[in-house]
């Protein structure tokens, strides 16, 4: 099923034309109402009346995580504060998260995207639908949440936690929908065997999984556990949240809004745009977005755009799964995790060495994260209470700035490897291949 | 009237406690008593040794990290109740003991003792039946 069909099977001209007109509007706005975009543009020479179609994004500035740090809070915001009327945030390395304002227009575009979404997946206003991302500042939640309800399926906004309450609700409710991360579902399945239940005993047929990498093999684990059919949801804050791209019952790569969304993939050491077909970072920018929109957003995310009709019927561009990132940033149970942030706690910290060592793996398909650290010779103390006080005190730290727990290994002062040039600070042993 | 205890960090990890003796040995330092206390991903080995010095020169060169406490060891009677008899009169001074072990050998039991208030404590037990030892 299609919810947008005029939009999702437009022909590529008009697609073109759609975009460009799109482009040359957003660039006027942010020209004269962010002055970080106006100084770029000014600093390159570049000015509205130079982009006359989507070809010419080239001649625009890239934008980066460490630019919306750095104009923390509203500095990258467009709209006036008295047309925003939500705000969430995602989590930043250095202690500053990333705050993305929408407006009234921006959440009904969101809605449209996420319904498009939850339409290719079949879902319908006869459905019950399980909105299992976390609520809050994550855009995971609300952004699902909105789309069911635009969709006028009934949303069951159950969050995370509290397993097997909601294995309850999954059975006595008839819920025929999810949307959780792919790890979630597979805990979800599990608590669901431990509860000497079976996928018979409910009647899930649709999972939208999303916000972290997962594999073919966990799709296949998830759809034999759970019985349903399990679909890709991608999306990011920065750009606006859950419905960036979805996949449809073909399952040939997921289709970009790319009327709301401009991909591109660039080299990520040149910068230069690749063609598509190519591996490489993915850049969006928000062509229709008010709040805070952004020009060519550098997602370090890599993977590869593909072009041609879909048998679904769909025109738009496709991305190929993330197969990676090009800095060092991990995804942790759906939350983005950069190890300069357990850096920055331990510095803090004088009782122990700069010397640490992140450790991802997923037990019982849960990411887990353990964080080793050296204790310094000087506050080794004879004391166990003060020793395990000292671990708690990090521990805390650690959560409060990665927003999720992190369980932390006193280690022996020499013990962490050390290696020359560019510290090696993660072992990640999540199979996700 | 104290002696000085060492204290060595330790990792949660087969063979570690392997090293510390063999260090040990090789340099031709005995071991008196030792404990360890451990919690789910490290412990602390409490040792007292014939050659203190030395035996934290040798294991901080091997990179452990090793500090000293002072204890107490005091030995008593190996006979029933004299322990009860000594820690009574701890528990009456409102003494806190955050640790200790022991090891019986013939007629004398020795203990090793690490109170809160250390001056305090050696006080109540000189009025005890035991010895307390100021050196290995």
């Known amino acids: 099923m299609i919810w947008n069909p005029y939009k999702e099977c437009m022909s590529r001209d008009e697609m073109h034309a759609l975009q460009s007109k799109r482009l040359q509007k957003l660039v006027t706005y942010v020209y004269h109402n962010v002055p970080f975009y106006r100084n770029k543009m000014q600093a390159m020479d570049l000015s509205p ?66 319904t498009r979404a939850l339409t290719a997946y079949g879902i319908t206003r006869d459905d019950t639908f399980s909105v299992s991302y976390g609520y809050g500042l994550f855009t995971g939640g609300l952004g699902a949440h909105y789309g069911v309800e635009n969709l006028g399926a009934t949303v069951i906004p159950t969050s995370t936690g509290n397993t097997e309450k909601h294995i309850r609700l999954i059975r006595d409710l008839h819920i025929t929908g999810i949307a959780c991360t792919p790890s979630y579902a597979l805990y979800l399945a599990e608590t669901l065997e431990k509860m000497g239940l079976t996928k018979d005993d409910i009647s899930l047929r649709v999972g939208a999984f999303g916000a972290e990498p997962w594999t073919e093999n966990m799709r ?66 928000t062509l229709t977005k008010e709040g805070m929109p952004l020009l060519r957003y550098r997602t370090k995310d890599l993977c590869t755009l593909y072009d041609g009709q879909c048998a679904c019927g769909r025109t738009s561009v496709r991305m190929g799964r993330i197969i990676g990132r090009s800095d060092d940033m991990l995804i942790i149970r759906g939350i983005n995790v950069f190890p300069s942030q357990v850096e920055s706690v331990i510095l803090e910290m004088p009782e122990f060495e700069p010397q640490y060592m992140l450790v991802v793996d997923r037990v019982n398909n849960l990411d887990t994260l353990q964080v080793q650290v050296e204790v310094r010779r000087d506050f080794f103390g004879d004391d166990i209470g003060r020793m395990l006080n000292m671990k708690k005190t990090l521990a805390d730290k650690l959560k409060s700035v990665l927003s999720i727990s992190a369980d932390v290994k006193l280690m022996e002062p020499g013990s962490i490897e050390r290696s020359q040039g560019k510290g090696k600070h993660v072992i990640d042993k999540r199979k996700l291949v | 009237m104290t002696i000085k205890q060492l204290s060595i960090f330790l990792e949660n990890k087969t063979g570690r406690i392997n090293e510390v003796t063999k260090i040990l040995g090789q340099h031709g330092i005995n071991m008196h008593a030792f404990s360890m206390a451990e919690t789910t991903d490290f412990g602390i080995l409490r040792l007292i040794v014939s050659e203190v010095d030395k035996a934290v020169e040798v294991l901080r060169e091997a990179n452990f990290a090793v ?31 955050e640790y200790m072990y022991a090891f019986a050998e013939g007629d004398q039991a020795n203990v090793i003792i690490r109170p809160n208030d250390i001056d305090h404590c050696i006080q109540v037990l000189k009025e005890c039946d035991c010895n307390i030892h100021n050196r290995i």
């Open chain 1, 49 to 114: 009346e130079d982009i006359h179609s989507i070809d010419d994004i080239v001649k625009l500035p890239f934008t980066t995580k460490q630019d919306l740090r750095d104009n923390y809070p509203y500095g990258l915001q467009a709209a006036p504060p008295s047309e925003i009327v939500r705000v969430h945030a995602s989590s930043g390395t250095t202690g500053n998260p990333t705050i993305v304002g929408y407006t009234r227009k921006d959440l009904a575009v969101w809605s449209e995207v996420m």
């Open chain 1, 220 to 285: 296949k684990e998830i759809e034999e556990r759970l019985g349903l059919k399990g679909f890709n949801l991608y999306g990011l804050s920065e750009i606006m949240g859950p419905g960036v791209s979805y996949e449809c019952e073909v399952q040939d790569g997921s289709h970009i809004n790319e009327d709301h969304f401009y991909p591109e993939i660039i080299h990520p050491d040149t910068l230069v745009q690749l063609p598509h077909g190519q591996q490489g970072e993915l850049v969006f920018t």
């Open chain 2, 67 to 97: 500090m000293l406490t002072d204890v107490v060891w005091i030995t008593c009677p190996n006979v029933a109740g004299s322990l009860s008899h000594i820690l009574d009169h701890l528990a009456e001074q409102h003494i806190f003991i």
